[in-house]
């Protein structure tokens, strides 16, 4: 059973970095074909898939978030990260990691993790 578990600060000053952990156990980040990717629910609103980290490393970020996110893996540990910066209150959401067991990296999810709640504020 895959499991995965985000970590991370809930209260991020505005103009400031944040910065998610999520950590899998029950399968590596590097076993070929998965990816994974993080993904948000602003409150009242749906969800926003943010990028996705493939097992080789490579990543694909969404473009109207490219200017501000980065994605990274650390195999040693078997997690990855995100990194939004210059975060503003609209930044303020749930945020999830999942794995992608399909074609569509942003819809074909097959875990998830419970998701961290985000505040942006002063």
């Known amino acids: 059973q895959v499991q995965l578990q985000e970590s991370g600060p809930g209260l991020v000053k505005p103009s400031q970095t944040l910065s998610l952990t999520c950590t899998v156990s029950?399968?590596?980040?590097?076993?070929?074909?998965?990816?994974w990717s993080w993904i948000r629910q602003p409150p009242g609103k749906g969800l926003e898939w943010m990028g996705v980290i493939a097992y080789d490393g490579s990543t694909t970020i969404s473009p109207s978030l490219k200017s501000r996110t980065s994605i990274s893996g650390d195999t040693s540990k078997n997690r990855f990260s995100l990194q939004l910066s210059s975060v503003t209150p609209e930044d303020t959401a749930v945020y999830y990691c999942?794995?992608?067991?399909?074609?569509?990296?942003?819809?074909?999810?097959?875990?998830w993790g419970q998701g961290t709640q985000v505040f942006v504020s002063s």
């Open positions: 029950g399968g590596s980040i590097t076993t070929s074909y998965y990816r």
């Open positions: 999942a794995r992608v067991s399909g074609p569509h990296y942003d819809s074909d999810y097959d875990y």
